[in-house]
């Protein structure tokens, strides 16, 4: 797997290549990353990568050309960047990126993503090099960069060997593990936190029932906050028959 960045701002990659799960992972050599700067491939002495938009208006657009540039750098040194290699653009107006969008890219060889700035980036690069656009939520950040983050490093967290234990990332919310809902509470040591127990269930040893109460707080929390997902689960068929009840006795 590997990602190749298009950003003004390369060193705030350092995060994901050298910190944590996906820093060892990098370490490994389970995945490599590329970092393109549009600068580099400007001709003039100020670096100049945006312009003033056309039609007025406030703020800076970024130009097409150092961006195009800059993604054929990437593929250029992708043994495998044939026409499928995605091009995903960061943009608060693409498409939402979630779980299984995740799931779809740690099986693939990985994607180049550009990070815009300003107001956005030229829609003539749109045009021409752009494969996708993904937002990570109904918010404006000031870059594409963290956005970028956010998606490599819920890739990541899949590929085989990234985590210690492989059950965790398909125990997590929206996995199949947990038919797309959401995760149950978790508890540690100790036993007893500032007058506060942990659920007599957790502690009984008994395998069955912790995976009942487990199942159970997970329809309750996903009821509470994402009827939507329970109504995807029941279209796929994947709530059980005990599901059913419990949800009706929920009311
Ligand atoms: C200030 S934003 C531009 C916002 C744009 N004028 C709009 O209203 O849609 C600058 C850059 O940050 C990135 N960005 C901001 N919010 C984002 C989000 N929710 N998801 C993905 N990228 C985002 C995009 O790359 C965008 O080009």
Redesign the pocket.
């Known amino acids: 797997m590997r990602f190749d960045v298009i950003s003004l701002f390369p060193d705030m990659f350092s995060v994901v290549r050298d910190l944590g799960v996906t820093g060892r992972a990098h370490k490994q050599g389970r995945w490599s990353l590329g970092l393109w700067n549009p600068r580099d491939y400007t001709h003039d002495v100020h670096r100049t990568v945006d312009d003033r938009p056309y039609g007025g208006g406030p703020g800076m657009v970024m130009m097409a050309e150092p961006l195009e540039q800059a993604v054929q750098a990437a593929k250029t040194e992708r043994t495998d960047a044939d026409a499928a290699l995605p091009v995903i653009?960061?943009?608060?107006?693409?498409q939402r990126f979630d779980q299984a969008m995740a799931q779809e890219l740690a099986l693939s060889p990985g994607a180049v993503l550009v990070?815009?700035?300003?107001?956005?980036?030229d829609q003539r690069f749109i045009k021409r090099c752009v494969t996708h656009e993904?937002?990570?939520?109904d918010?404006?950040?000031?870059?594409?960069e963290i956005?970028a983050l956010a998606i490599m490093d819920s890739v990541l967290r899949l590929l085989p060997g990234v985590l210690n234990d492989a059950e965790s990332a398909r125990q997590d919310s929206f996995n199949e593990a947990l038919t797309g809902l959401l995760d149950s509470p978790h508890y540690t040591r100790p036993e007893q936190y500032q007058g506060m127990t942990v659920p007599a269930e957790l502690l009984s040893g008994h395998h069955a029932n912790i995976s009942v109460w487990r199942r159970r707080q997970s329809l309750i929390l996903t009821a509470q906050r994402r009827p939507d997902l329970i109504e995807s689960a029941r279209r796929a068929g994947l709530l059980s028959k005990a599901d059913e009840k419990f949800l009706a006795e929920l009311g």
């Open positions: 653009l960061m943009s608060p107006t693409g990070c815009g700035r300003y107001e956005g980036v993904v937002s990570i939520g918010f404006v950040m000031s870059g594409g956005a």
